[in-house]
């Protein structure tokens, strides 16, 4: 974080030395839970700092919006959007959503309250009632974490036949799940940009996001590739997921568009971030 005394320290210097500063961080409105005090201290500490820095390296459309909110000077803002290498996760195989087949759902991070797999499981029980809902459907949670035991009691306790919870994997194994899944879903209460949003659309997934995770600002496009849902909200999450579920013949093209819209978030952008950046510091 920018706010770290070290790097505080490292800023100060740096412009004491002449030497350029660049800053890459992850905030947004939504990363923390902020009060009315710490938005006005963020607003005060940008003002003061904002001196000691010559460019600020924005993720994403939400940290973009966050650095104009507190005062920054848009000249100062260049994009180096927040990316996987795509090619790693993309593997060439097709998968067709036949009548008779499950939809394969994934969710995929720490066990803990902040990543809201609890609200995922919330829904299914709300989806229950559905006819078939629970035979034509499969969800794979995959991770470990402090709520682990207390989720699968709970998956138990209300018969959750169709979720299946698997321990965390590395990168390898876990992209041979999303080439498997259908529809990735973020559920994270807090996340300020969410990477395996990235990956899952690598591998071709359709994506359901919290709407205030950072990623899903740029990267999950309504009824294109998916849908958001209202932040820490099961019921609405339930819906999202019907949606999918009663629209079958759209995943196919949700899928096909994620990674449309996912090729655009490569390490080229990147790079030509940084160009940009550069270019800007030397005028």
Not at 152 to 173: A, D, M, P, W
Not at 190 to 219: H, R
Request: charged residues 25%.
């Amino acid at each position: 974080g920018i706010k770290n005394w070290y790097n505080i320290c490292i800023i100060v210097l740096s412009k004491f030395f002449k030497k350029k500063v660049f800053i890459r961080d992850e905030a947004h409105q939504f990363s923390k839970n902020r009060t009315i005090l710490n938005n006005f201290l963020n607003y005060l500490f940008y003002q003061f700092f904002d001196k000691f820095i010559d460019i600020y390296l924005a993720i994403g459309t939400a940290n973009k919006k966050y650095y104009i909110r507190n005062n920054v000077n848009r000249k100062k803002i260049i994009t180096v959007p927040y990316t996987v290498n795509n090619k790693f996760f993309y593997k060439k195989i097709k998968k067709k959503i036949k009548k008779n087949k499950k939809i394969v759902f994934i969710f995929a991070a720490k066990l803990t309250y902040q990543k809201g797999a609890d609200l995922l499981l919330e829904s299914v029980i709300l989806l229950k009632k559905y006819r078939n809902f629970s035979l034509n459907t499969e969800f794979l949670i995959i991770g470990d974490g402090e709520m682990k035991t207390q989720l699968i009691q709970f998956s138990k306790e209300n018969n959750l036949n169709n979720v299946r919870f698997y321990s965390f994997q590395n990168q390898k194994n876990l992209s041979k799940f999303y080439q498997n899944s259908d529809v990735f879903i973020m559920s994270s209460r807090i996340e300020p940009w969410g990477l395996t949003v990235n990956e899952a659309m690598s591998a071709e997934n359709a994506i359901i996001s919290s709407n205030q995770v950072g990623s899903a600002y740029d990267l999950v496009k309504k009824n294109i590739n998916g849908f958001t849902f209202k932040n820490n909200d099961s019921q609405d999450l339930a819906k999202k997921i019907l949606l999918i579920y009663k629209n079958k013949g759209k995943i196919k093209k949700f899928k096909s568009n994620s990674l449309k819209i996912i090729s655009r978030w490569e390490f080229k952008q990147c790079y030509k971030g940084l160009q940009k950046a550069i270019r800007r510091v030397q005028v």
